[in-house]
């Protein structure tokens, strides 16, 4: 069974701090992806990063950046220097990679507000 | 990038009746499309994986008789929720991959359903 937890339910935080949403995963599949997508106000899920669990490079995509540490099974995401238009809900997600086990095992999700 | 559409974007129906929520590839064939459910505050749960042709492949706990997929076509599923009721109020929504080797999978916008 695929287990995604965020323990991290809801961060406040001023605009221009940092702020670390982390993921833990449990997974029996030797090969997997990892996901984080981000959930506005309206719904709409928006991809922000793919991961394979054999690629453990950690990866920074402007004020984004992910930190893979498969040996604590941890995928954690940092916005740094954040902006008010960063409050959202973010998602962690987990895949098989073999066809059939595609299907997405989400995270309950960390809301973070991003005060002016 | 490839994109999903799900119509309708929300739908308010009447207790006892039936909905039926759309979801198209727009510039893709999906073998595969996956539905999953939302409510308040919670998060994404994988309600049934569609296979074209095929029939679709339910989650514990969910109903394939009140919850009918079908996916006849390779950039069409269709999800009717039967004898709607206030419970089934949520936030559905769908995935679509490309083949079997395909990685991506990309998600619909969301169709929200309210039960009055």
């Known amino acids: 069974a695929q287990k995604v937890t965020q323990a991290q339910t809801e961060i406040s935080v001023v605009e221009k701090e940092d702020v670390t949403l982390d993921c833990v995963y449990e997974?029996?599949?030797?090969?997997?992806?990892l996901f984080w997508y981000k959930q506005p106000p309206s719904g709409e899920l928006v991809f922000l990063i793919r991961?394979?669990?054999?690629?453990?490079q950690n990866e920074i995509s402007g004020r984004y950046s992910w930190n893979f540490q498969k040996s604590t099974s941890s995928f954690n995401f940092t916005i740094t220097a954040s902006q008010v238009v960063d409050s959202a809900v973010y998602f962690c997600a987990l895949s098989g990679m073999d066809t059939g086990r595609r299907a997405l095992t989400f995270g309950s999700g960390t809301r973070l507000q991003v005060q002016p | 990038g490839a994109v999903v559409s799900q119509h309708p974007s929300r739908v308010i129906c009447k207790s006892g009746t039936s909905v039926k929520i759309e979801c198209r590839s727009l510039d893709f064939q999906a073998t595969t499309m996956f539905w999953y459910r939302q409510f308040p505050k919670q998060s994404l749960m994988l309600m049934a994986t569609?296979?074209?042709?095929?029939?679709?492949?339910?989650e514990q706990g969910v109903e394939k008789d009140k919850f009918l997929i079908n996916h006849a076509s390779l950039t069409l599923s269709t999800l009717t929720v039967t004898s709607a009721h206030p419970e089934d109020s949520s936030f559905y929504i769908c995935?679509?991959?490309?083949?079997?080797?395909?990685?991506?999978?990309?998600f619909g916008p969301g169709t929200r359903l309210t039960v009055l």
């Open positions: 569609s296979n074209e042709g095929s029939k679709a492949t339910y």
């Open positions: 995935s679509a991959r490309a083949g079997t080797g395909a990685t991506g999978q990309f």
């Open positions: 997974t029996r599949d030797t090969t997997y992806y």
């Open positions: 991961r394979n669990s054999f690629d453990e």
